[in-house]
């Protein structure tokens, strides 16, 4: 069986096209958008701000007072202790509430907008209801897989702090600094990517396989293994290759747009409206490969009523 990772680059491009513009529907675009903001709720809303005092004259090999301030710390948090774990047990909770909430909304979600892209249609009660099964079932597994990757994490965080502890506690930037967490960001970028990986997966094929066979998530993992993945590794590897290549393409065109539209494209679900030619490419992509495999697979009709 030959498997191609371009022809479903230009079915998904016509398909897209005939989703989104051969008959323009703004209801459409909005209940697609809703969608797709759904499935991609707690994935994409993060952002890292650099800063703090990297510029002053403390050389690169020690840092002056620093065992002062972790002293200082350490005193402040003892002294008020009771607000400390008050305002900390405070954020611990709402975030797990909302990492909960995202999950949960996002796991059904996925299944709305394929539903939408596949079928080319969008009705979100009938959506919400039909696919309440599946989507808890993957958010259960996606808990358990987000609980394991983060576990692993602060295991190896703790590790390779315990390891570099007596240059911390000196305020020292030595060898044993060095020689600690270089490895371990190593290994927790390594972590990181297979969990990536992990990720993508069950966005582009364990998702397709319950959402066609009406499965749960082991059994839709127990298909991809027997019946789709064997004998095709190479396939697969040049597929996400180009997975990659689109992501990057995906998010210069975001970031011009957003810099733009004055980041008024950047906003929670109006980002999902603007774009959406974007995700639905996306989505197609791995159903048009998926199909490939057999008739069965097939999930697009070459006629859909709008």
Same mark, same amino acid.
């Given at each position: 069986? =030959?498997?191609?990772?371009?022809?479903?680059?230009?079915?998904?491009?016509?398909?897209?096209?005939?989703?989104?513009?051969? =008959?323009?529907?703004?209801?459409?675009?909005?209940?697609?958008?809703?969608?797709?903001?759904?499935?991609?709720?707690?994935?994409?809303?993060?952002?890292? =701000? +650099?800063?703090?005092?990297?510029?002053?004259?403390?050389?690169?090999?020690?840092?002056?007072?620093?065992?002062?301030?972790?002293?200082?710390?350490?005193?402040?948090?003892?002294?008020?202790?009771?607000?400390?774990?008050?305002?900390?047990?405070?954020?611990?909770?709402?975030?797990?509430?909302?990492?909960?909430?995202?999950?949960?909304?996002?796991?059904?979600? =996925?299944?709305?907008?394929?539903?939408?892209?596949?079928?080319?249609?969008?009705? *979100?009660?009938?959506?919400?209801?039909?696919?309440?099964?599946?989507?808890?079932?993957?958010?259960?597994?996606?808990?358990?897989?987000?609980?394991?990757?983060?576990?692993?994490?602060?295991?190896?965080?703790?590790?390779?702090?315990? *390891?570099?502890?007596?240059?911390?506690?000196?305020?020292?930037?030595?060898?044993?600094?060095?020689?600690?967490?270089?490895?371990?960001?190593?290994?927790?970028?390594?972590?990181?990517?297979?969990?990536?990986?992990?990720?993508?997966?069950?966005?582009?094929?364990?998702?397709?396989?319950?959402?066609?066979?009406?499965?749960?998530?082991?059994?839709?993992?127990?298909?991809?293994?027997?019946?789709?993945?064997?004998?095709?590794?190479?396939?697969?590897? +040049?597929?996400?290759?180009?997975?990659?290549?689109?992501?990057?393409?995906?998010?210069?065109?975001?970031?011009?747009?957003?810099?733009?539209?004055?980041?008024?494209?950047?906003?929670?679900?109006?980002?999902?409206?603007?774009?959406?030619?974007?995700?639905?490419?996306?989505?197609?992509?791995?159903?048009?490969?998926?199909?490939?495999?057999?008739?069965?697979?097939?999930?697009?009709?070459?006629?859909?009523?709008?």
């Amino acid at each position: 069986m =030959k498997i191609s990772v371009t022809e479903p680059l230009s079915q998904s491009w016509e398909w897209t096209k005939h989703v989104l513009f051969d =008959k323009f529907d703004i209801r459409k675009w909005l209940i697609l958008g809703f969608f797709a903001f759904l499935a991609g709720l707690g994935q994409f809303g993060g952002y890292f =701000k +650099l800063g703090g005092h990297f510029g002053r004259d403390e050389g690169c090999g020690h840092f002056p007072h620093r065992h002062d301030s972790l002293e200082e710390v350490g005193e402040w948090i003892l002294e008020y202790l009771p607000i400390s774990l008050l305002v900390i047990g405070t954020i611990v909770m709402v975030s797990i509430i909302l990492w909960t909430l995202f999950n949960w909304l996002s796991s059904r979600g =996925k299944f709305m907008f394929l539903d939408g892209v596949v079928r080319n249609k969008t009705n *979100i009660v009938e959506s919400w209801n039909r696919f309440s099964s599946l989507g808890n079932n993957l958010f259960l597994f996606r808990m358990c897989i987000d609980l394991l990757a983060g576990g692993m994490m602060i295991g190896l965080f703790i590790l390779f702090t315990l *390891i570099a502890w007596p240059s911390l506690s000196a305020g020292q930037f030595g060898i044993t600094l060095l020689t600690a967490y270089i490895p371990g960001i190593g290994l927790g970028i390594a972590v990181m990517l297979v969990f990536f990986l992990i990720h993508y997966i069950i966005e582009d094929f364990i998702v397709p396989i319950m959402y066609k066979r009406n499965v749960k998530f082991i059994e839709a993992v127990r298909i991809f293994k027997k019946n789709i993945l064997p004998g095709q590794g190479i396939a697969f590897i +040049l597929f996400y290759l180009v997975r990659i290549s689109i992501s990057f393409t995906a998010i210069v065109i975001v970031i011009f747009g957003v810099c733009l539209t004055c980041c008024v494209a950047g906003l929670p679900y109006i980002s999902s409206v603007v774009f959406l030619p974007i995700f639905v490419f996306v989505r197609g992509y791995s159903v048009y490969f998926l199909g490939q495999f057999g008739d069965e697979w097939k999930m697009i009709a070459t006629e859909t009523t709008v």
